[in-house]
């Protein structure tokens, strides 16, 4: 297991659901979490009230991005950890997707994924040492009607994680895939989905596993899954 203390770990999304649940477990396990949100407000209230270092962070922005994360290097020293957490979900017929909402999920879940992950891992490599957590999906283990866009943008990451784990584990960076069933979270209304999630498992159930993968360095988790039992009826 880790010594968790003064290890930096940087949350995208953390302003709802598994990212701020997140926040709380890896404060209680003595990681200094950094919580990132793309919306200032809801950033600022939910730091000071978390009492963690909170920045302004939309992820479909790669300026914002690359500066961003600089600044929480020059604020809080090298990056340990990152949790590629902030993801969109869209639903429904794909042929009536409009081009704003098919970039929107493909920038935030693909892409925002990609380019925080490119922003972070030079440095974890130089110093051989580093985890990287991305919150995929069962979307990304299946396919299924009405979810082709926000599936598509979570088996790119699958595959990019797999690959990445590969090829960072010899050079002592973890690079690991968490797959969630149904999270009983803010995700599908957000979306103006009704989702029933009676059977959904609780942000604070997944979070645990993300903690488990982040602090057992002697492990690299790959394709690790994880669904309510109530939810296979
Ligand atoms: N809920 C599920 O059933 C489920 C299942 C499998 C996987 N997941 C994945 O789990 C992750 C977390 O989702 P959740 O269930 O916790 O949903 P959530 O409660 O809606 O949280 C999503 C978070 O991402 C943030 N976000 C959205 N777009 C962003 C952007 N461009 N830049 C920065 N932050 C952005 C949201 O910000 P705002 O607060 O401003 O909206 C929110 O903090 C997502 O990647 C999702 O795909 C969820």
């Known amino acids: 297991m880790t010594e968790a203390a003064n290890k930096t770990v940087v949350v995208t999304g953390a302003t709802s659901g598994i990212g701020l649940a997140l926040i709380s477990q890896l404060r209680e396990a003595g990681y200094v979490p950094i919580l990132t949100g793309r919306n200032a407000d809801k950033v600022a209230t939910l730091a000071a009230s978390c009492k963690v270092p909170g920045y302004c962070l939309d992820v479909a922005d790669t300026t914002a991005i690359t500066d961003v994360t600089a600044q929480i290097e020059a604020d809080h020293g090298p990056i340990w950890g990152l ?25 935030t879940n693909t892409l925002g994924t990609i380019m925080m992950t490119h922003a972070v891992l030079p440095a974890m490599q130089s110093k051989g040492s580093g985890a ?15 979810i082709s866009v926000y599936s598509a943008s979570k088996w790119a990451i699958r595959g990019f994680t797999g690959c990445l784990e590969a090829e960072c584990a010899p050079k002592g960076v973890r690079v690991m895939g968490f797959y969630p069933g149904k999270v009983n979270s803010a995700m599908y209304e957000t979306a103006g989905i009704d989702r029933n999630l009676d059977v959904a498992m609780t942000p604070e159930q997944a979070v645990t596993m993300i903690v ?8 690299v988790w790959g394709q690790v899954s994880g669904r309510s039992i109530e939810d296979y009826g």
């Open 212 to 219: 488990t993968m982040l602090s057992d360095e002697t492990m």
């Open 132 to 146: 990287i957590v991305n919150v995929v999906s069962t979307g990304a283990l299946y396919t299924r009607k009405m």
């Open 83 to 107: 949790v590629n957490n902030a993801g969109i979900w869209l639903e429904g017929e794909f042929s009536n997707y409009s081009e704003q909402e098919i970039k929107a999920v493909i920038d």
